[in-house]
Nanobody
C-alpha cells in the first residue's frame, strides 16, 4: 500500500512559478512510475507529466512541455513538479499518482493504482 500526499499548491499570477511536491509512504516507491494529473472544474482529469522508476524517462503533455519539469528523489520518496510560466488555463486540482504495474513513464491514468488527495493551483490573469 502506498499513500501519497501532495503539497505546494496555491494562488499565483500568470507568468509565475510553483513547485508541487508529492511525498510517498512505503519502501517500494523507487520501483514505481509516478505521474501528475490535473482536473479543472467541469472537465475530466488529464495527464500532465510522468517519470519512470529510475527518473531516466520523462513524458509530458503537449500543453505543458517546455514549461513544467517532473523529477524525483527516491532517497526522499518524493516526486516534484516544477511549473514555470503559468497560465490561467493551468488552474486545476493537481493529483500525484503512483503505478505499481508500470515502471516506465506512462500517460494513461488506468496504469496508476495509487492517488493523492490533490492540491489546488490557481493562476490569476
Amino acid at each position: 500500500q502506498v499513500q501519497l500526499v501532495e503539497s505546494g499548491g496555491g494562488l499565483v499570477q500568470a507568468g509565475g512559478s510553483l513547485r508541487l511536491s508529492c511525498a510517498a509512504s512505503g519502501r517500494t516507491f523507487s520501483t514505481y512510475a509516478m505521474g501528475w494529473f490535473r482536473q479543472a472544474p467541469g472537465k475530466e482529469r488529464e495527464f500532465v507529466a510522468a517519470i519512470s522508476w529510475s527518473g531516466g524517462r520523462l513524458y509530458y503533455a503537449d500543453s505543458v512541455k517546455g514549461r513544467f519539469t517532473i523529477s524525483r528523489d527516491n532517497a526522499k520518496n518524493t516526486v516534484y513538479l516544477q511549473m514555470n510560466s503559468l497560465k490561467p488555463e493551468d488552474t486545476a486540482v493537481y493529483y500525484c499518482a503512483a503505478s505499481s504495474m508500470v515502471r516506465l513513464a506512462t500517460p494513461d491514468r488506468r496504469d496508476y493504482d495509487y492517488w493523492g488527495q490533490g492540491t489546488q493551483v490557481t493562476v490569476s490573469s
